[in-house]
């Protein structure tokens, strides 16, 4: 089990995943996800900070809501997996996430994929997510982010999901 506290200034490589689908007063989806990725580029417990492409992909919820622009970064941090945990719902609170529906449209979802080769489970957190080897719309940017990258001991290539473009399609630079 893993140290939930801050004690150390051990970096550790962490993934997140970005979700949006909910234009508001502060942009579009794609928006809040470079607003996300800047605020994270400026956190000083936070450094060498990478991002995938964005992708579109159809919701996995309710169908009727806007599609999703979706991307994962990753990055080496100081902060213990809670402090990283509370620091993206900041994330998602400055965006004016609400919580309308399971699985419904949202500003931001910032989620926690991989913190290092840590296991934690929790009841605020589970690391590596849940849901991460069925959602290829987190596996697919995860997987162009880092493709040597293993999850629970196999490579990510091992996933069917990582190359399955089903539901997706890459967000071009011109939109």
């Excluded at 949006?20 to 580029?41: D, K, V, W």
């Excluded at 450094?47 to 492409?53: H, K, V």
């Excluded at 997987?143 to 629970?152: D, F, M, S, V, Y």
Aim: charged share 20%.
């Amino acid at each position: 089990m893993v140290d939930l506290v801050a004690s150390t200034e051990d970096w550790t490589l962490c993934y997140v995943g970005l979700g949006s689908n909910l234009a508001t007063e502060l942009g579009s989806p794609i928006q809040h996800l470079q607003q996300a990725l800047t605020s994270l580029a400026a956190n000083l417990q936070i450094r060498e900070l990478s991002a995938s492409s964005f992708y579109v992909s159809v919701p996995m919820g309710p169908k009727d809501q806007p599609d999703f622009v979706n991307a994962v970064a990753g990055f080496e941090t100081t902060l213990k997996p809670l402090e990283l945990l509370s620091f993206c719902q900041q994330l998602e609170q400055a965006a004016r996430r609400a919580r309308l529906r399971h699985w419904g449209e949202r500003s931001l979802d910032v989620d926690i994929l991989l913190y290092g080769q840590e296991q934690i489970m929790t009841p605020e957190l589970t690391v590596p997510h849940a849901g991460l080897i069925e959602r290829n719309f987190v596996l697919l940017p995860l997987r162009e982010l880092a493709p040597k990258l293993t999850i629970a001991g196999k490579p990510i290539s091992y996933y069917e999901l990582s190359s399955d473009w089903t539901g997706l399609k890459l967000l071009s630079a011109d939109q």
